[in-house]
C-alpha cells in the first residue's frame, strides 16, 4: 500500500481495555494510519458517525456500557454500510459471530500485531470486495 494512501486511512479501534487500546494506536500510527480510539460501544458508533471516512474498524466484543461487541456489530450491520470491521476478541465463539458477514474479519486475542498489520492491509486493498466475492464463487 502507498504510504500517502495510509496517512488518508482512518481506523476506528473499539476496545475496553486502555493498554490494548494505546497499543493498537500507537502500532497503527507507526505504520502511517490515522486512528480514532473509543472505550466504548456507543462512543465507537459516535466517533464512525462524525467520521464517515473512516476505512476499517477493529473491534473488542466485550465492551463496557449496556452494548456488546456483538450488539456493536449488529447495529453496524443495520447501517447496510461496507467498511471492513475486523473482531479481534479472546472469545471463543468469535468465528461464530463473523461466519457469513462478509465485511468482517477475525483475530483471536492474543495475536501478533504484524498479523493485524497483514490483515489490515488486506482488508484496505482497492480490491478486497472483489476478491472476497470470487473467493465465494470459486468454492
Same mark, same amino acid.
Given at each position: 500500500?502507498?504510504?500517502?494512501?495510509?496517512?488518508?486511512?482512518?481506523?476506528?479501534?473499539?476496545?475496553?481495555?486502555?493498554?490494548?487500546?494505546?497499543?493498537?494506536?500507537?502500532?497503527?500510527?507507526?505504520?502511517?494510519?490515522?486512528?480514532?480510539?473509543?472505550?466504548?460501544?456507543?462512543?465507537?458508533?459516535?466517533?464512525?458517525?462524525?467520521?464517515?471516512? !473512516? %476505512?476499517?474498524?477493529?473491534?473488542?466484543?466485550? @465492551?463496557p456500557g449496556g452494548m456488546?461487541? &456483538? /450488539?456493536?456489530?449488529a447495529w453496524y450491520l443495520?447501517?447496510?454500510?461496507?467498511?471492513?470491521?475486523?473482531?479481534?476478541s479472546g472469545k471463543g465463539?468469535?468465528?461464530?459471530? !463473523? %461466519?457469513?458477514?462478509?465485511?468482517?474479519?477475525? @483475530?483471536?486475542?492474543?495475536?501478533?500485531? &504484524? /498479523?493485524?498489520?497483514?490483515?489490515?492491509?488486506?482488508?484496505?486493498?482497492?480490491?478486497?470486495?472483489?476478491?472476497?466475492?470470487?473467493?465465494?464463487?470459486?468454492?
Amino acid at each position: 500500500m502507498l504510504e500517502a494512501a495510509k496517512q488518508t486511512s482512518k481506523i476506528l479501534a473499539i476496545e475496553d481495555d486502555p493498554e490494548v487500546l494505546q497499543l493498537y494506536k500507537s502500532f497503527l500510527q507507526r505504520k502511517g494510519y490515522h486512528v480514532l480510539s473509543a472505550a466504548g460501544a456507543r462512543e465507537g458508533i459516535s466517533l464512525l458517525q462524525s467520521n464517515p471516512d !473512516t %476505512k476499517l474498524i477493529l473491534l473488542d466484543l466485550n @465492551l463496557p456500557g449496556g452494548m456488546s461487541g &456483538e /450488539e456493536w456489530m449488529a447495529w453496524y450491520l443495520q447501517q447496510g454500510k461496507q467498511t471492513p470491521v475486523v473482531v479481534a476478541s479472546g472469545k471463543g465463539d468469535i468465528l461464530t459471530i !463473523t %461466519k457469513g458477514v462478509n465485511v468482517t474479519a477475525a @483475530l483471536t486475542k492474543p495475536f501478533h500485531m &504484524e /498479523e493485524l498489520q497483514e490483515l489490515i492491509e488486506v482488508l484496505l486493498a482497492d480490491d478486497w470486495h472483489n476478491q472476497v466475492s470470487l473467493d465465494n464463487k470459486t468454492h
